[in-house]
């Protein structure tokens, strides 16, 4: 089993920047995809972006891309998601999660889940 544990998220003025982190205990995430993924108020979940086990390959959603970067060390056990030029649109609660699929940009493709950290961005 895989233990994922975000952190990260606060207030912060819209373009502003926040900068994700999400640490994985109990086996090595190396053998895993990360994504990210967020839920706003009233909203279902979505995808915001994925990254491939070696680091070498990242998948964005229309939204994430040019304003979001994700990113990963292995050695840490930790993946990232570094978000500027935010918006009040951005406000959720945003989860990581691993998959043994390469890149998959569905939740039902990920078998273990952080708990969430919230971001809020007031305008």
């Known amino acids: 089993q895989v233990q994922l544990v975000e952190s990260g998220g606060g207030l912060v003025q819209a373009g502003g920047s926040l900068r994700l982190s999400c640490v994985a205990s109990?086996?090595?995430?190396?053998?895993?995809?990360v994504g990210w993924f967020r839920q706003a108020p009233w909203k279902e979940r979505e995808f915001v972006c994925v990254?491939?086990?070696?680091?070498?390959?990242?998948r964005y959603a229309d939204s994430a891309k040019g304003r979001f970067t994700i990113s990963r060390d292995n050695a840490k056990n930790t993946g990232y998601l570094q978000m500027n030029s935010l918006k009040p649109e951005d406000t959720a609660v945003y989860y990581c999660a691993t998959s043994s699929l390469p890149l998959p940009t569905m939740g039902r493709d990920y078998d273990y889940w952080g708990q969430g950290t919230r971001a809020t961005v007031s305008s």
């Open positions: 109990g086996r090595t995430v190396s053998t895993y995809a």
């Open positions: 990254i491939s086990r070696n680091g070498g390959i990242t």
